[in-house]
C-alpha cells in the first residue's frame, strides 16, 4: 500500500349479457296484474347490468396494480430514468447557480442530467470518460458556484467550470493509494478528496496540485494504536465501508469490517479510532442536522449519539425495519430526517429523531435503497438500485 507520508502529489490535464326472459306464456298474466314488481325486477336488472363496467376497471394488470401502489407515496413519488434496471444509483448534486440543473451518478460508467429539478433525466455523454474500455463506477459529485468535481473508480477526476456544460478529465498520480470515495467542492478551484484507504487530499488550483491532509494511512494507524485496546483493528482489511463529511469538514468513516469507526477533524494529523458501544456491527454512520451522529447496524438498528459533536454514547431508537437493514439517513431540517434501507425500508422523523415511523407504500417498490440526499429543504432524493430514483414532494 502507498504511503501517504508523501505531503503532496503532481497532476496533468487532460411500461353483457342480456337477461333472458325465464318466464312461460302462463306466467305472463300473473306478473302483468302486478306492474309495480315487474318495474321493479326490470329496474333491479337492469341497475346490476349497467354496473358491471364500472367494477371492470378495478380489475388490474400487475404493472397497473404497482404503478397504483407506488403513486400512493404521500411525500415522494418515483421518477422513471431511462438506464438499464441493474444500474446503481450513488450520488446526486445540482449547480448552485441554477438550482434547476442538476447530475446524478451510478454505476456502468452512469451520468445523468436533468435541468427541470429532477422531474425528468438524459444520459449524459462526457468524452473524456470514454476514451479507455473501462467501465467507470461514478462514486461522489460536489458542486460549488459552477465549478464541479466527479470522481470515480477506476480512478478518475473530472473538473468543470461551467456547471456541467463541458468536462475535463485531470489525471492522477499512481502514488494515490486507494480508490476514490468522496469529493467535496470547497471553494474557488479547491476541493477536498478522500480514498478509501483513508488518504484526504487537498486542492486550490483545480487539481494540478493536492497537499495530503492526513500524515499516515489508517493502517499504519491502527498499527500503532492496536494495542491501546480498538477491537477489531488486526482484523482491519485497509479500506473504509462508508465515509461522510459534516458541513464544518468532520468526518465519520466505518471500517470495512464494520467493527470500529474512526474520525477525522481539520487539523489533525492521523485517524481517530473509536470502539462501537454495540454489540452488532456498524452498516454505516453519519452527521445529524444538530452537529451529533447517526449509526446504523447490520440488521436494521438505528443510533444516536448523546449530545453534540464526535462520541462514543449513543443509545437505540426503535424503528419499524422488519429486519431490514437501514443502509442511510438524510436530514431535511434539524427535526425532520427519512432513513432508507434494503427492500424499500422508508422512515420518517418528525421530532428529531426520537421516534420514526414507517411510510408503508414505499414497501411496494421492489429495490435497495441505498442513499436520501436533500439538496435543501424542499428537494430530496432517495437513491437505489435497478436505477431506482425517489424524489421528494413536501
Known sequence: MASLTSPTFTTNTRCLQRPQNSHSPSQQPRLSQRPELNRRHFISQTASLSSLPLLSPLILNPQQANAAAEDSLSEWERVYLPIDPGVVLLDIAFVPDDPNHGFLLGTRQTIMETKDAGNTWVQRSIPSAEDEDFNYRFNSISFKGKEGWIVGKPAILLYTADSGETWERIPLSAQLPGDMVY??????????????????????????????????????????????????????????NTV???????????????????????????????????????????????????????????????????????????????????????????????????????????????????????????????????????????????????????
Open 183 to 240: 469529493i467535496k467542492a470547497t471553494g474557488e478551484k479547491s476541493a477536498e478528496m478522500v480514498t478509501d484507504e483513508g488518504a484526504i487530499y487537498i486542492t486550490s488550483n483545480r487539481g494540478y496540485n493536492w497537499r495530503a491532509a492526513v500524515q499516515e494511512s489508517v493502517s499504519a494507524t491502527l498499527n500503532r494504536t492496536v494495542s491501546s485496546g480498538i477491537s477489531g483493528a488486526s482484523y482491519y482489511t485497509g479500506t473504509f
Open 244 to 394: 461522510n463529511r459534516s458541513p464544518n469538514g468532520n468526518y465519520v468513516a466505518v471500517s470495512s469490517r464494520g467493527n470500529f469507526y474512526l474520525t477525522w477533524e481539520p487539523g489533525q494529523a492521523f485517524w481517530q479510532p473509536h470502539n462501537r458501544a454495540i454489540a452488532r456491527r456498524i452498516q454505516n454512520m453519519g452527521w445529524r442536522a444538530d452537529g451529533g451522529l447517526w449509526l446504523l447496524v447490520r440488521g436494521g438498528g438505528l443510533y444516536l449519539s448523546k449530545g453534540t459533536g464526535i462520541s462514543e454514547e449513543f443509545e437505540e431508537i426503535p424503528v419499524q425495519s422488519r429486519g431490514f437493514g437501514i443502509l442511510d439517513v438524510g436530514y431535511r431540517s434539524k427535526e425532520e430526517a427519512w432513513a432508507a434501507g434494503g427492500s424499500g425500508i422508508l422512515l420518517r422523523t418528525t421530532n428529531g429523531g426520537k421516534t420514526w415511523t414507517r411510510d408503508k407504500a414505499a414497501d411496494n417498490i421492489a429495490a435497495n435503497l441505498y442513499s436520501v440526499k436533500f439538496i435543501d429543504d424542499k428537494k430530496g432524493f432517495v437513491l437505489g438500485n435497478d436505477g431506482v430514483l425517489l424524489r421528494y414532494l413536501g
